[in-house]
């Protein structure tokens, strides 16, 4: 099998609103740099991927629109996804594998700023039992949260410990939404303060995948992905153990994680008692540098998130920060859907 | 590339904004399992599933989350139970079960092993804890829904001991044995229908924010590409073939040639306009490609592709309401044939 790495990153400024630029004005600038990173023109791209959603649009689809923005004619080979952009990425790695392009370019964005993104979300929970009492984003991450207090594996200092450290590692990003720390608040959903959830906002960002020598070529230090793989959760919360996340866990086996220590780990949280979960199915111990940007605590535009975690560790392996990260990225209510992919350096490069 | 006159590139404009509500009812079927489970509600009976594994899923499904296999093996659980986890929300949201502050929780009824989702009634969080026992607070009109149990509420049945979580599913039932359910009942639930409406405040962005404001003043504009020189009608900021950012403003038409065109015979709801009548690709002078628009001021059975024609406003309209001849020749085909 080829290898596949990731050999450049960008993402947009996160705001809270972006009311004067559409999605593909906010989207071009990004798509533009991380181009321009490898010095690759659209027409020279293999394979174009997206994610995004048309319910915090409004609009059927309003990704369409966005496609205007990567030159789409001549016709191009191209898909999307109605999720986070990691699944995008997962999509553009497999086609890469497959030998049908050499290159691809993978983009995610989301406006959450025209809606309201606790009640859009709910929309894509089960319509028969759950959709029709509009349980939102945060009721059902802090019924999860609740459950790890009750099961000992975390209380409320902790999570604000987490979330502290979260956006205090933020302040060195500037691209983060909130950078530096704050104060945890009141309680949105108890046991769940504003503090432990993540800010509503506006963003994009834009990944390059190259095979083989291409992707030498492309970058100085590409981060080549060793494994990548995504597994799912049953649909009834009431299933599933909340405090464990057993689908995170068998999607790590699957990328390869556990077979040698990461030294970075990029973990999609949205909510700092979803920190907790992770870092137990994913097996981190101390000595792991856990969300450096800030993670979605700092920045959680939704469908760009999970794929600005695995950008994001890519980018730490670019720079020599890294030799051997973790990415994860999640989709839907309480750790629904989970997508782990494990990047790597080459030694001598460093 | 030619450089762009910086009298030419506008003033960022002022953002325009409009409220947008996406409404719609979504129509379900219901399998065998589901609608046996939402009727059970509406006859004040909760049933579940029994797994062949003999777990009882509650609510119940199709097929188990464990191995995929197919389950029919109905059972009537209580409508009492045990609540799993929760969450306080102070600020009850639109559409969810009660409209004073409640607890989120997951309650496991007895003889089910597995929680349901649902609202607690309770006077505050002191009120609420895990392991505390709930039952059913039916509503008074019953359709066949989930929302057909109003909410939870405390209970004190004294009678039975409280079972902790950790109480292992054969102990509980023990306690709450489920019973077989045919789960037939009188004029079966076979479908819901789920209502959803989310509202948004939709902002056009910068190059189509331009095009609104310009068409105020009964003016059409496009936006040039730097790079392919095509200037788009309406703009949307970029150029797809090329993809980059088009920001030089042209003013084009007003008038303008039918590319090509389809005559409509079936009257549009809440349209008036009679039928027949003619909807055109019109490609406005100046355009690198054509518009939609409406053809009037000519039988329906006259118009041709290289009709010359131009916009009609109405009084109030923000948009040209139709376009009408010019009485101008027909345009030749080579000046129209790569906008078609
Ligand atoms: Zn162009």
């Known amino acids: 099998m080829r290898d596949v790495a990731i050999v450049a990153f960008s993402q947009t400024d996160h705001v809270r609103g972006s009311e004067e630029i559409s999605e593909v004005e906010m989207l071009m600038p990004v798509l533009h740099d991380v181009l321009g990173r490898t010095g690759l023109r659209t027409g020279d791209i293999g394979f174009t991927c997206s994610g995004s959603s048309d319910y915090l649009a409004g609009r059927a689809f309003s990704f369409t629109m966005a496609l205007d923005g990567v030159g789409a004619w001549p016709p191009i080979a191209e898909s999307h996804v109605e999720t986070d952009g990691a699944w995008a990425l997962y999509e553009a790695w497999v086609e890469l594998l497959t030998g049908e392009a050499d290159t691809a370019l993978v983009y995610a964005w989301g406006k959450s700023s025209p809606g309201s993104v606790r009640d859009v979300l709910t929309r894509q929970l089960d319509p028969y039992y759950l959709a029709p009492l509009w349980p939102d984003s945060v009721a059902l991450a802090a019924l999860q949260a609740q459950a790890l207090v009750d099961a000992g594996e975390t209380d409320e200092p902790a999570l604000a410990a987490i979330a502290a450290r979260s956006r205090t590692d933020a302040a060195d990003n500037p691209h983060a939404q909130l950078r530096g720390a704050r104060a945890q608040g009141d309680y949105v959903v108890r046991p769940l303060r504003t503090g432990d959830c993540p800010p509503v906002g506006d963003g994009a960002a834009a990944v390059v995948l190259a095979a083989g020598d291409r992707a030498r070529e492309l970058c100085d230090r590409p981060a080549w992905i060793r494994g990548m793989d995504h597994r799912i959760e049953p649909h009834s919360l009431g299933v599933r153990d909340l405090t464990d996340s057993p689908s995170t866990r068998l999607a790590a086996e699957g990328a390869g994680a556990f077979e040698r220590p990461v030294d970075t780990a990029e973990l999609h949280a949205p909510f700092t008692s979803q920190e907790v979960v992770l870092r137990k199915a994913l097996r981190l111990g101390g000595s792991v540098r856990i969300n450096a940007s800030g993670g979605a605590l700092a920045a959680n535009p939704v469908m760009a998130a999970g794929l600005i975690r695995i950008g994001e560790a890519a980018a730490a392996v670019h720079r020599g920060a890294s030799d051997r990260a973790l990415a994860h990225a999640t989709s839907g209510p309480c750790l629904q859907q989970n997508l782990v992919a494990v990047l790597e350096g080459e030694p001598h490069a460093r | ?340």
């Open chain 2, 1 to 340: 590339m030619t450089a762009t006159p910086a009298s030419r590139v506008p003033p960022a404009p002022e953002v325009l904004r409009a409220p947008l509500t996406v409404e719609f009812p979504f129509t379900r079927s219901l399998g065998p399992v589901q609608s046996a489970f939402l009727t059970g509600l509406r006859e004040r009976t909760v049933l579940g599933v029994r797994t062949t594994g003999g777990r009882v899923l509650v609510p119940p499904v199709e097929y188990d989350p464990e191995n995929a296999e197919e389950l029919r093996e109905l059972v009537e659980v209580g409508t009492a139970g045990t609540v799993t986890t929760w969450a306080w929300n102070p600020e009850p949201r639109r559409g969810q079960p009660l409209a004073t502050p409640f607890a989120w929780v997951l309650v496991r009824l007895d003889g089910a092993d597995t929680a349901l989702l649902h609202a607690l009634d309770a006077p505050g969080p002191d009120a609420v804890r895990t392991g505390m026992r709930v039952r059913v607070r039916w509503a008074a009109e019953r359709a066949g829904a989930i929302t057909d149990i109003a909410c939870f509420e405390r209970c004190e049945d004294r009678g039975q001991r409280e079972p902790t979580p950790a109480t292992s599913g054969t102990e509980r039932r023990a306690a709450a044995e489920p019973r077989l359910h045919s789960g037939e009942f009188d004029d079966p639930v076979t479908g819901i229908v789920a209502p959803a409406r989310l509202d948004y405040t939709y902002t056009p962005g910068r190059a189509q924010t331009r095009f609104i404001n310009a068409l105020a003043e009964r003016r059409t504009t496009g936006e040039r590409c730097p790079s392919c020189r095509k200037v788009y009608v309406p703009p949307r900021g970029a150029c797809p073939t090329c993809g980059i950012a088009t920001s030089e403003q042209v003013e084009v038409g007003p008038r303008g040639t039918v590319t090509t065109f389809c005559i409509v015979n079936i009257k549009a709801k809440n349209l008036d306009i009679d039928v027949p009548y003619v909807y055109a690709h019109i490609a406005l002078d100046g355009a690198g490609l054509a518009l939609h628009g409406r053809i009037g001021g000519i039988p329906y059975d006259q118009v041709r592709m290289g009709l010359r024609v131009e916009p009609v406003w109405t009084e109030d309209g923000r948009h040209p309401d139709h376009y009408r001849p010019t009485g101008e020749p027909d345009a030749d085909y080579d000046t129209y044939k790569e906008l078609l």
